[in-house]
């Protein structure tokens, strides 16, 4: 479903008197003050020629954000072109964004048109801006610059008529710092820096969220649509989600699917998975803790003090080694 402005409130389904009406196509959930403040600021930079930094981390919605600012552009019906420094190998990075002549390099046998030329007219986003090579640098610098770009084995440079918008996960700023990434580039990047934070940092946001992406699920599925039970939302508030609003999708499709016709999703089932990992580390290690203090007991025969007694052995205060025995659940 397209809808001609951003989503609020709980279902997202109505509009804020105060929200900027905007022409972006995908539905952007924003229900909490952090979240506003970026449309805001969206909306203000949009119909600009400026170039956009956008930081976040992973899943926090730096591409639709970015398509947003696209969609809300004088260029909307020109291309939008990603360019994903993360996705393109090191040797390919070059003649993806700029393009070859046929005999640039050995093998060019055509004019390749690279993401640059390609987005003319429209938007170029370049992805992942922190993975790209230091040495491919200067060339994108001097690219942005001056807004012309050489094809590898090409004579003339080509204008290029482009708005940038940028993103990374990293913090390009401490990759300044360490000489990992120029110091020039990061400037000419971070004209209009907005930075998504963590849906841990926006957690209000979160009902709203998952009820949007539930709703999004049983359109899909030709469903109808359900709510999450009060349950189920406290538990995904409790969540810390590393992998943000996308980590978050993904655990309500799947509730969505495991809780079958129930009147109320719920969420036990799906966030299983996510949090075994950390659970069934934290039981291993007590795990081993319980295993090896039963095994320094048997050797002492159950004695925890004095000389050749468990505590002696295994370097503990006995009262210690007591009220370990007791969390672990150990009677001797
Ligand atoms: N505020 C939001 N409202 C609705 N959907 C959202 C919102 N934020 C993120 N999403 C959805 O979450 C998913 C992840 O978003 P997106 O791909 O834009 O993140 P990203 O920051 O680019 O992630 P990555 O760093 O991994 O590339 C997408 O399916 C996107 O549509
Ligand atoms: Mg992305």
């Given at each position: ?272 998975d996510v949090a075994r990992p950390a659970r069934k580390q934290a039981l291993a290690l007590r795990d081993v803790e319980r295993r090896h203090i039963e095994h320094i007991l048997e050797r002492c025969r159950g004695r925890i003090e004095g000389v050749g007694g468990a505590a002696a ?20």
């Open positions: 479903m397209h809808t001609l402005q951003p989503l609020n409130g709980r279902h997202g389904a109505s509009t804020s008197a105060d929200a900027p009406t905007l022409g972006w196509r995908a539905a952007i959930v924003e229900d909490s003050p952090a979240m506003k403040r970026i449309l805001a600021a969206v909306a203000l930079v949009a119909p600009m020629p400026s170039t956009v930094l956008i930081e976040g981390e992973t899943g926090t919605g730096k591409e639709l954000v970015a398509r947003a600012i696209h969609d809300a552009s004088p260029r909307r019906d020109k291309p939008f072109v990603t360019a994903d420094c993360a996705s393109l190998p090191a040797t390919l990075i070059d003649s993806e964004l700029f393009g070859y002549e046929p005999g640039g390099f050995t093998g060019a046998a055509r004019t390749h048109v690279g993401r640059f030329e390609r987005a003319s007219g429209g938007t170029l986003f370049i992805d992942e801006v922190g993975e790209l090579p230091i040495g491919m640098q200067p060339k994108l610098l001097r690219a942005l610059q001056q807004r012309q770009i050489d094809r590898i084995g090409g004579c003339q440079p080509v204008s290029v008529d482009i708005r940038v918008v940028a993103a990374t996960n990293r913090d390009l700023r401490a990759m300044v710092a360490r000489g990992q990434f120029r110091a020039d580039l990061y400037y000419r990047l971070n004209v209009f820096p907005l930075r998504i934070p963590p849906l841990r940092a926006r957690i209000e946001e979160l009902p709203a969220l998952a009820e949007y992406f539930l709703a999004k699920h049983a359109r899909r599925a030709t469903r109808p649509a359900r709510s999450l039970s009060p349950a189920a939302i406290e538990r995904l508030v409790r969540h810390s989600w590393p992998g943000n609003v996308r980590e978050l999708e993904n655990v309500v499709v799947r509730a969505a699917i495991l809780s079958g016709d129930a009147e109320y999703v719920e969420v036990e089932a799906a966030m299983r052995v295994l370097e503990l205060k006995p009262s210690t080694l007591r009220s370990r025995m007791h969390k672990l659940g150990i009677s001797r």
